[in-house]
């Protein structure tokens, strides 16, 4: 059954979650798509799809309860979108998983880096496979993945994130040279610093608090990336006219300083 009868352009957010995912989701909405939002939890689904579609009418979004390490899961919900929505225009590969707190490569289990490679990597080697076929029929479509600093760096106390992000770069960069010159426009977005959530941002957001750091407080978009911008980036990506595609882009906030971990 179609759930996108005006035939809307499709965007797949994989890993929608309230920071960037869901600020994607609403500024593709917002341009006339129609989103599918991919994750694990059924009630924050639930909460997104029904505020986007309260703010951009009903129809607007589905969601499909995805967990992406396991492929079954992966190919089942985007056979669903299809059926559903219709093919994929736009993948946005989203999901990411790290500790908060570092943890050295002796005392990482193999529990944890098989499992947090899996998000990082895996998921969007089989969400690229389910939509490149359509794309490559359509002779046109984006795909554009989510790095982090730990794409280009391996920091200290991240073994289990840094492997899955350098590998999502290097994907990246293969599906680019198999298929570019078919039509699909790849990029690689390098998030090089914390975003305002309420994980990494959040951290460093309460931390202000507590010291009452009130001149960063209210300058906050100097000091953490705000999804909303951040989701300009990708519509700016997407939207890149075909003689000028840009392949990979690093951003950070204005007091951020450049690749610090280093
Ligand atoms: N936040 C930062 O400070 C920051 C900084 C640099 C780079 N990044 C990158 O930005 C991306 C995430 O953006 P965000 O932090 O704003 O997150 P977000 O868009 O708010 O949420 C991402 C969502 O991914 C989903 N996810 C995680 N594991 C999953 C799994 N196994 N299967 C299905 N879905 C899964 C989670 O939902 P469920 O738990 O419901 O599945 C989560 O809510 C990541 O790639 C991250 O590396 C973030």
Same mark, same amino acid.
């Given at each position: 059954?179609?759930?996108?009868?005006?035939?809307?352009?499709?965007?797949?957010v994989?890993?929608?979650?309230?920071?960037?995912?869901e600020?994607?989701?609403?500024?593709?909405?917002a341009?006339? +798509?129609?989103?599918?939002l991919?994750?694990?939890?059924?009630?924050?689904?639930?909460?997104?799809?029904?505020?986007?579609?309260?703010?951009?009418?009903?129809?607007s979004?589905?969601?499909?309860?995805?967990?992406?390490?396991?492929?079954?899961?992966?190919?089942?919900?985007?056979?669903?979108?299809r059926?559903?929505?219709?093919? $994929?225009?736009?993948l $946005?590969?989203?999901?990411?998983?790290?500790?908060?707190?570092?943890?050295?490569?002796?005392?990482?289990?193999?529990?944890? +880096?098989?499992?947090?490679?899996?998000?990082?990597?895996?998921?969007?080697?089989?969400?690229?496979?389910?939509?490149?076929?359509?794309m490559?029929?359509?002779?046109?479509?984006?795909?554009?993945?989510?790095?982090?600093t730990?794409?280009?760096?391996?920091?200290a106390?991240?073994?289990?994130f840094?492997?899955?992000k +350098?590998?999502?770069?290097?994907?990246?960069? $293969?599906?680019t040279?198999?298929?570019?010159?078919?039509g699909?426009?790849?990029?690689?977005?390098?998030?090089?610093?914390?975003?305002?959530?309420?994980?990494?941002?959040?951290?460093?957001?309460?931390?202000?608090?507590?010291?009452?750091?009130?001149?960063i407080?209210?300058?906050?978009?100097?000091?953490?990336m705000?999804?909303?911008?951040?989701?300009?980036?990708?519509?700016?990506l997407?939207?890149?006219?075909?003689?000028?595609?840009t392949?990979?882009?690093?951003?950070?906030?204005?007091?951020?300083?450049?690749f610090?971990?280093?």
């Amino acid at each position: 059954m179609s759930y996108n009868p005006q035939k809307k352009p499709v965007i797949a957010v994989v890993g929608a979650g309230p920071g960037i995912g869901e600020a994607v989701a609403r500024r593709f909405t917002a341009e006339g +798509f129609v989103v599918g939002l991919l994750a694990r939890t059924e009630d924050k689904l639930q909460t997104m799809a029904n505020g986007i579609d309260a703010d951009y009418g009903k129809g607007s979004s589905r969601y499909y309860i995805t967990d992406l390490r396991v492929e079954n899961d992966v190919l089942s919900s985007f056979k669903k979108i299809r059926e559903e929505l219709g093919q $994929v225009d736009v993948l $946005v590969y989203n999901a990411g998983a790290r500790r908060v707190n570092g943890r050295s490569v002796l005392d990482t289990t193999t529990e944890e +880096f098989e499992g947090f490679t899996k998000i990082n990597l895996f998921g969007a080697f089989w969400s690229t496979k389910c939509v490149l076929p359509d794309m490559l029929a359509a002779g046109r479509g984006t795909i554009i993945y989510t790095g982090a600093t730990g794409s280009l760096r391996g920091v200290a106390g991240l073994s289990s994130f840094s492997p899955g992000k +350098f590998g999502l770069r290097s994907l990246s960069q $293969v599906v680019t040279r198999e298929y570019q010159n078919k039509g699909i426009h790849v990029a690689h977005l390098i998030i090089d610093g914390p975003v305002d959530g309420k994980l990494i941002g959040g951290v460093r957001r309460r931390q202000w608090q507590r010291e009452g750091a009130t001149d960063i407080l209210n300058d906050i978009e100097a000091h953490i990336m705000q999804p909303a911008d951040l989701a300009k980036i990708y519509w700016y990506l997407h939207t890149q006219p075909r003689s000028t595609w840009t392949h990979e882009l690093d951003v950070r906030s204005q007091k951020e300083s450049m690749f610090s971990k280093l």
